[in-house]
């Protein structure tokens, strides 16, 4: 459904992303990783056209995203960006149908019924409903990322894309997050695109990761493919050792401190 | 019917009623006592008597004026504040009032208002806001994008140049002129022409009718520009088209009613503190309430020391700015 071609942008004068090429398919969870600096948001950004390409070119469900107006944008991607302005007086209800802006019509300045059916559904199936009347500048990180993610489904995306949506969380809220992302990927079909930090949430949940470093695309695949311990060491200079989780199965990555190294040896 | 919208449609009425209120008092009150009845009779007399002409070619100019003005700084305050998200922002701080101030000045020095009538003086300084506008958005506009902070510090420093210049001007001017520059800067509703009115009235309106195609830009705005862009909001092309409907608000106040400070930065405030943020009950809230509050305004400037007269940006200032200190005391407040 996503398709990336030979995409190059940055800010100003400097390239962030040099020719990255992959591509997403329809009803898939993505990982994209890589260590602070090396283009993740940024990749995010150009996605949902706030920085242009300057070679290249992106392609959503067939259309080039240069021709698709903001507003058709929205309605096919849904974005939860990192670090929501803390203070934000605003009824969590009223924030979730925000994400109707992009559907509104002309003249139409409240919302349809369907529109709060719309955002009322979105509440419910991230467990929010319980906090819609409150502000949510009251509510814990935890609890606002959750309406976050409902006011990005009450856009009614293809897909969504998410920058670290569990930075900052709790291991509670952590799983609860990926959890009902994995629960949208599988029961409604959302495809999922989100950059972790954590290399091991990345790796017990997405299907693909996509690893980055210095704008450029390091390795493509399955979390087996990508999360070895020579790519880790490579990529973020540290040493690590991987192993299976018991559990899933997939790579666990474990961190060796500088000491620990020392008495092993 | 939701709650929200029976709470706005009541806050409309309410608002709707105190402008109506504040609009007869300021019809009943001033230097020439006018009793009530009296009124009524001479509102079914029809014209003729002094009395009558005291009451509509004095009085209801003012009014109108009063409410147009009034509520087109509150407008575009509102707007100005939510596109930048800085509560601090005011048509003021753009450097709007300075360029017209400016225009309005050297018009004086020149003595262009003698040779070519009174009329000259909206008009230079409609020129010099229209002239700063042009030159803060294209000094702040580069590769197509407004940027915002930049907008702020060049409207601030702009502002800052026009005030000496200003007084640059006062220093060369004769002291008939000058007396002529000060009152102008203080700000007055008195305004002869009812072309003037009529137009400053027609453009306030529209004001408000067309920022009704923003309400929910602006309502995205506050969540920052990215997310509004997220939102599926064409930001730069919202920023842009608000920050010239905010402009030519301003333009066409200060150029017809002298710069009449902290409507817009107070009541923009007043009106979030009290009624909410939404921007779709926001902006016709902040209208009706700056027009009520100007109309009230310049009928304490007009009764204060009657027979003499009070510039209304004294009242304003002093009024607007101590309740708002009140308010943000009583009640802890962000923006």
């Given amino acids: 459904m996503l398709q990336v071609h030979d995409l190059t942008c940055g800010y100003d004068t400097k390239f962030f992303l040099k020719n990255i090429n992959f591509k997403i398919k329809e009803k898939e969870f993505v990982g994209i990783i890589g260590p602070n600096g090396s283009g993740k948001t940024t990749l995010l950004r150009a996605l949902t056209k706030i920085i242009r390409p300057r070679q290249g070119s992106i392609y959503l469900e067939g259309d080039n995203i240069e021709n698709l107006t903001f507003k058709e944008l929205a309605k096919k991607i849904a974005v939860v960006s990192q670090g929501l302005d803390m203070e934000l007086r605003m009824e969590a209800e009223e924030y979730v149908l925000l994400g109707r802006i992009p559907y509104r019509r002309g003249w139409q300045f409240i919302e349809a019924h369907f529109d709060r059916d719309i955002a009322e559904g979105a509440m419910a199936s991230t467990d929010t409903l319980k906090f819609r009347d409150r502000l949510m500048e009251n509510l814990s990180g935890g609890e606002r990322q959750l309406v976050v993610i409902a006011r990005a489904l009450a856009q009614q995306p293809k897909l969504m894309l998410l920058d670290e949506p569990t930075s900052h969380l709790d291991i509670t809220h952590q799983v609860a997050v990926l959890d009902l992302l994995k629960r949208l990927n599988s029961n409604n079909g959302l495809t999922v695109a989100v950059v972790l930090h954590d290399l091991n949430l990345a790796s017990e949940y997405c299907d693909r990761l996509i690893l980055l470093q210095d704008g450029r695309i390091y390795k493509i695949g399955i979390p087996q493919e990508v999360l070895t311990y020579q790519t880790i060491e490579e990529v973020y200079k540290t040493v690590v050792v991987v192993k299976q989780n018991p559990v899933s199965l997939k790579p666990y990555v474990f961190l060796v401190s500088q000491e620990g190294q020392k008495q092993r040896k | ?75 575009s305050g509102v707007i100005l504040q939510g596109m930048f998200r800085n509560p601090l922002v005011e048509p003021y701080t753009l450097g709007i009032s300075g360029g017209a101030a400016l225009g309005v000045s050297l018009n004086m020095l020149l003595g262009l208002q003698r040779s070519f009538g009174a009329l000259t003086l909206p008009f230079s300084g409609f020129l010099g806001a229209i002239s700063v506008i042009i030159l803060v958005y294209s000094l702040t506009v580069r590769k197509g994008a407004l940027r915002i902070q930049g907008l702020l510090l060049c409207g601030v420093m702009i502002s800052f140049i026009c005030s000496s210049l200003i007084m640059l001007i006062m220093a060369l001017s004769r002291t008939e002129d000058l007396h002529g520059i000060v009152f102008w800067v203080m700000g007055s509703l008195e305004e002869p022409s009812w072309f003037l009115i009529k137009t400053v009235s027609l453009v306030s309106f529209l004001g408000l009718v067309i920022s009704y195609f923003f309400c929910f830009d602006l309502n995205a705005l506050s969540l920052g520009e990215e997310e509004a862009q997220h939102l599926g909001i064409n930001i730069e092309r919202s920023k842009r088209l608000l920050f010239i409907l905010a402009s030519v608000l301003t333009g066409f106040s200060v150029s017809i009613a002298g710069i009449i400070g902290f409507v817009g930065l107070v009541i923009p405030h007043f009106v979030r503190m009290v009624i909410g943020r939404d921007h779709r009950i926001l902006l016709v809230a902040s209208f009706l309430s700056g027009a009520a509050f100007l109309i009230l305004c310049d009928t304490l400037a007009r009764t204060i020391i009657s027979p003499l007269e009070l510039p209304v940006g004294v009242i304003t200032g002093i009024f607007g700015g101590g309740l708002f200190v009140y308010l943000l005391s009583k009640k802890g407040h962000s923006f």
Avoid: H, Q
């Avoid at chain 2, 806050?11 to 009150?29: K, N, P």
């Avoid at chain 2, 008597?49 to 409410?67: H, K, N, Q, V």
């Fill in chain 2, 1 to 75: 019917m939701n709650k929200k919208i029976f709470l706005w449609i009541i806050w409309i009425l309410i608002l709707t009623g105190i402008l109506a209120g504040t609009a007869i008092l300021s019809f009943c009150v001033g230097a020439a006592s006018i009793p009530l009845k009296r009124i009524f009779s001479l509102i079914l007399e029809g014209g003729g008597s002094s009395e009558y002409s005291i009451l509509f070619d004095i009085r209801l100019p003012r009014i109108l004026l009063g409410f147009a003005i009034g509520g087109a700084l509150a407008l």
